[in-house]
């Protein structure tokens, strides 16, 4: 209905909550949990509010119009997640998954973008255009010593820091 809203938002990384007063644009799911897109009142950016973390809605009264430029799909088209990063390029992603994973991988694409590059007994290769996230390098993760990221450097170099943290726990 175009209705400015306003609730409070608590953070996992902030102790305290705050009040925040937006202008509601769509819904979006990640990883079976939704949030809520919309343009906040603070500093004119959108931003993404997990509604599991949102309490006390309130209709302070006042209308707005949706931009015209603001597309949601378009937003997060090189997004993996509820993170976009408007301010950078997407990056070619190259990826290497054992053959066991790569059926996966194959049944369940990790984007929209990826492509099959290789597909062997002894390989599963796929290129992916996507930003390179928070919520991407955790997916990465995720596949342990099952996938080796060919391209580029600079994640590759990452994954294997978080995963030289890991091995500091043990």
Known sequence: NKQII???HQKFWEDDPTVRTVEPYALKESKNRWYLMAKDHK???IKSFGLDRLSSL???GG?????KDYNVEESFRYSFGIIASEDEKPQGILLSFDPFEGK???TLPLHESQQVLVDTDDELQIALKLHITPDLIAELLSHGDK???L???SLANRIKAEHEKAMELY
Request: charged fraction near 45%; hydrophobic fraction near 25%.
């Open 6 to 8: 306003r609730f409070t």
């Open 43 to 45: 500093d004119s950016k």
């Open 58 to 60: 309130e209709f302070p």
């Open 63 to 67: 209308k707005f119009e949706y931009p």
């Open 104 to 106: 996966y991988i194959k």
């Open 147 to 149: 996938m080796k990221v």
């Open 151 to 153: 391209k580029p450097k």
